[in-house]
């Protein structure tokens, strides 16, 4: 019998984690599933794949996390997804490699231990009313700040404290957020799977549940969107098992990325009743057809 593993965090505790959904077409596939936390005790050779699910505490030790994905690299099970596409996309300057690639993306700028004047600066630059700085290695928006001209001096010396030493980006801040919402279109295998959309609390401008965004099942996204996400897919070097293209509209009406995630994302299988076993059967048919890598 096959054996998979979903990478997932230790303390589970607060996190709202589907993945189980997975577990009963992988068995009826004829695997074996189990959940193991990613920075645990594990003999990587008596898996034949490791999918990296819900590891949403990697951030904080991004060097262990990396040495823990390549000793399973080399091990003899199929990391999904691969080394490669990890490492690419673990820093959030992978947007400028896609906007290189004609993808469209947010304007972005590209600090190192942000200063005040730093942010002052992005604020006339950007023309923008608001601005919203954040570190770029991270994830589920900690220590992002959303900055107006009004934003006391105060507060931008504690945010750039907090920042301090790290590699960030400052962007305008998009008003579709707010207005509409993030479009968070999740591919399985390189074909669309199923469309969600992520909508801010009121006074929030963040979409993740954590922060009390709300979830909404796009079941025919526009034609526009998935053409816009398709072509984040094909610029790709290699088509990941699964991927998530997190879109914005735009005042133009074009849809520009925000993030494109490829380690850890939520996949929203509760919201798609035919994508568990569209996972599960990715994850056979890769098993078998790549044996060097997902």
Excluded at 103 to 124: G, Y
Excluded at 273 to 286: K, T
Aim: hydrophobic share 45%; charged share 20%; net charge negative.
């Amino acid at each position: 019998m096959p054996r998979c593993a979903f990478l997932t965090l230790a303390n589970q505790d607060g996190w709202l984690i589907d993945d189980y959904l997975v577990h009963e077409p992988l068995r009826q596939l004829g695997w074996e599933i189990v959940d193991l936390a990613w920075d645990g005790d594990v003999d990587w050779n008596t898996f034949d794949v490791v999918v990296i699910r819900s590891t949403w505490d990697y951030q904080y030790a991004l060097d262990r996390f990396l040495a823990v994905l390549k000793q399973i690299d080399e091990s003899k099970a199929t990391l999904c997804n691969s080394l490669a596409t990890v490492r690419w996309n673990a820093d959030k300057c992978y947007l400028f490699d896609l906007q290189r690639r004609g993808i469209e993306a947010a304007a972005t700028q590209h600090v190192m231990s942000p200063t005040p004047d730093d942010i002052q600066n992005a604020l006339v630059r950007f023309d923008a009313p608001q601005i919203v700085i954040k570190p770029t290695v991270g994830a589920g928006s900690v220590d992002t700040f959303r900055i107006t001209p009004a934003t006391p001096l105060e507060d931008l010396a504690s945010h750039c404290e907090t920042l301090a030493g790290r590699s960030c980006f400052i962007q305008p801040f998009m008003d579709g957020i707010t207005a509409e919402g993030e479009f968070s279109l999740i591919y399985i295998d390189g074909q669309l799977s199923h469309t969600i959309l992520k909508t801010v609390r009121d006074g929030d401008f963040r979409v993740q549940s954590q922060h009390g965004g709300g979830v909404t099942f796009i079941p025919e996204p526009e034609a526009a969107l998935v053409a816009a996400a398709d072509r984040v897919i094909a610029a790709l070097d290699e088509v990941p098992l699964y991927a998530r293209v997190d879109l914005v509209r735009t005042q133009q009406e074009s849809f520009a990325l925000m993030e494109l995630e490829l380690i850890e994302p939520r996949l929203y299988f509760e919201f798609a009743e035919h994508s568990p076993q569209l996972f599960a059967n990715a994850i056979a048919r890769r098993s078998t057809q790549n044996s060097s890598g997902c």
